[in-house]
């Protein structure tokens, strides 16, 4: 628990314990069995690989998002405690389908939940596919979407026959757009959905809707020979998705090392930066995701994690609830304009504090001051 104090409008001094109400986003990585997915998942986590099952088990893990940022603030302010927004992720445990390739539904369906996947793609075998293994794993997405939504429509047929319903009716005509949207082999993600269409298709959490994040699972020649960017490009092309290539196998080994022994290690294999780093602030861009900051006194400074397009009571309610329902007003500057300025003293001389209202549309790397009464 920490303390907020606030005054607004000459009340008494009040104290409120505040048990935060955190916004943590879950990315699930999947792929083909023996792809290395499970190899990144300890890379991005720091999980010992050696003590993984193998089995059917979820490992799951909280990472750190990456952002320097956060890192300047904590220069400036020097609180006693830095706090980074974070993403969650999970590993799900790959068999073979009954014809040896593919995905039981049963893994199909712990995907569900996610916010967005992290397709993990074989590029280190020497007679690896890695566009047939990624069509052969959005196909088996679009065939659980495919049967969700032909059942759908077969209930709806019943339910429409007994009396016209408008938000039926509505129903009826967006799933029967996205039986077509797939059995034409696209991805519900490349269709367009307005306004009660797209909120109307949240409940189903169709598996091709969701923001993919390809991850090209890279030899060790292949990386010192520099070809990652080349491998990225052939799925360019990929509508609605990001790419990285990386070698999981050297990330796994940078993340086991002392924070000390890590900068010979990058030097002897001709690494400048780990990949893992981009990766996770990949993963959290690829969900439309944006930090902003609070300082808390000196005790802390703190990222916060919004939807992009969030207004400033929302975001406030990230902080804790009480902040949206009494929102009064944030006070508000960017981060590249406290910087020039060198200190929130300095900032507010030269006029870069804003006083911001319900309807501000908080920007990335926004510093919020909210003042709210309840």
């Not at 047939?132 to 794993?137: A, C, E, K, M």
Request: charged share 25%; with cysteine; glycine share 8%.
């Amino acid at each position: 628990t920490v303390k907020f104090r606030f005054n607004e409008h000459s009340s008494t001094l009040q104290h409120i314990t505040a048990f935060f109400k955190y916004c943590i986003f879950k990315s699930k990585l999947t792929g083909l069995p023996f792809s290395g997915k499970t190899t990144l998942f300890c890379a991005l986590t720091g999980q010992d690989y050696s003590k993984f099952s193998h089995s059917k088990d979820i490992h799951i893990g909280t990472v750190n998002v990456p952002d320097p940022r956060l890192s300047t603030l904590f220069e400036i302010f020097q609180p006693k405690k830095i706090t980074y927004a974070t993403m969650e992720y999970f590993d799900v445990a790959v068999q073979p389908s009954g014809k040896g390739k593919g995905m039981e539904p049963q893994v199909l369906q712990t995907l569900k939940n996610a916010d967005s996947l992290i397709v993990v793609l074989d590029f280190f075998d020497a007679n690896a596919n890695p566009e047939n293994d990624f069509q052969t794993l959005v196909q088996d997405f679009a065939l659980n979407d495919l049967i969700i939504v032909t059942g759908r429509l077969e209930r709806l047929k019943k339910d429409l026959h007994s009396g016209m319903s408008g938000q039926l009716a509505l129903e009826n005509t967006v799933l029967e757009k996205c039986r077509d949207v797939l059995e034409g082999g696209g991805m519900l993600i490349e269709a367009e959905f307005h306004g009660d269409e797209g909120r109307l298709l949240r409940g189903f959490q169709f598996l091709t809707m969701k923001p993919l994040l390809i991850v090209l699972n890279i030899s060790e020649s292949d990386l010192a020979s520099n070809a990652a960017a080349d491998f990225e490009k052939r799925f360019e092309n990929v509508k609605k998705s990001v790419c990285a290539a990386l070698c999981a196998e050297i990330e796994m080994e940078i993340a086991a090392l002392n924070e000390e022994d890590r900068p010979e290690f990058l030097e002897s294999m001709g690494i400048k930066v780990p990949a893992l780093g981009r990766l996770i602030r990949l993963s959290y861009e690829s969900l439309g995701l944006i930090s902003f900051f609070t300082v808390i006194g000196s005790d802390e400074v703190r990222a916060w994690t919004v939807r992009g397009g969030a207004k400033a009571p929302e975001c406030a309610g990230v902080v804790h609830s009480d902040m949206e329902r009494g929102f009064i007003r944030a006070e508000t500057i960017a981060y590249d304009d406290l910087i020039s300025a060198g200190s929130l003293k300095v900032a507010r001389e030269k006029g870069l504090l804003r006083i911001e209202g319900k309807d501000y549309v908080v920007h990335d790397g926004d510093i919020l001051t909210i003042r709210f009464n309840v």
